[in-house]
């Protein structure tokens, strides 16, 4: 993945406009197996496979730091963690802050991906839908979205993937943005989100 600014679980980027989408979800607090060769952790990050994505996403935004970008963070329960209101730039400070918040999550809570997937979509006053063209500059064009992707734990606005599916076309006709998808678990609905939105999907994260 040379010549990427961004390597997110083996999925390259070089957006400086980025989202990232946490299942933060009880499913994520799965230990790891003992067969399981252990990834290289962060320092306060538990052995789960949530605290896996969160050394990984902790990388992510300090890659975004060097490159100079700009990000935002949601972390997916029944009521979703939306980190800050707009963009912000990857400076030393706001890094540092994300990092912290990032080693806070806990897994609880249900799967909400659709409301998620909405805000980061609309993550700019008002959203990407209202922008006008010179102003796409400071709305996101990347989100990547990590979930374990179970079905049958959606909460949110909709409920069934085929509808949240249909939500993110409708609001996603206007806004353009590549969605990135990551799935720890089951695969057909973040293919097919990746799919439809120009994005990559991996499969890779195993536990």
């Known amino acids: 993945l040379k010549g990427y600014g961004i390597q997110y679980h083996g999925i390259g980027s070089n957006s400086k406009r980025v989202v990232f989408v946490l299942d933060c979800s009880t499913s994520m607090g799965t230990a790891?197996?003992?067969?399981?060769?252990?990834?290289?952790?962060?320092?306060?990050?538990?052995?789960?496979?949530?605290?896996?994505?969160?050394?990984?996403l902790i990388r992510a935004v300090q890659q975004i730091g060097k490159a100079g970008g700009k990000f935002n963070m949601i972390f997916v329960h029944s009521q979703n963690d939306v980190w800050q209101k707009t963009l912000v730039?990857?400076?030393?400070?706001?890094?540092?802050?994300?990092?912290?918040?990032?080693?806070?999550?806990?897994?609880?809570?249900r799967t909400n991906l659709c409301d998620a997937l909405l805000t980061a979509l609309e993550i700019e006053d008002g959203g990407a839908v209202d922008l006008k063209p010179e102003e796409m500059k400071e709305a996101p064009d990347t989100v990547f979205v990590l979930s374990d992707g179970g079905e049958d734990s959606n909460e949110g606005k909709f409920k069934r993937t085929s509808?949240?599916?249909?939500?993110?076309?409708?609001?996603?006709?206007?806004?353009?943005?590549r969605i990135h998808a990551i799935t720890t678990g089951e695969a057909l609905f973040l293919k097919e989100l990746a799919e439809a939105n120009g994005g990559t999907f991996s499969s890779k994260v195993g536990f």
Request: aromatic share 4%.
């Open 163 to 177: 509808d949240i599916q249909a939500a993110v076309r409708e609001v996603n006709r206007y806004a353009r943005v």
């Open 32 to 56: 790891l197996g003992y067969t399981t060769k252990r990834p290289e952790m962060e320092e306060g990050c538990e052995a789960t496979k949530l605290g896996v994505c969160q050394s990984e």
């Open 89 to 109: 730039p990857a400076d030393d400070a706001k890094v540092e802050l994300a990092i912290k918040h990032i080693k806070r999550q806990k897994a609880s809570g």
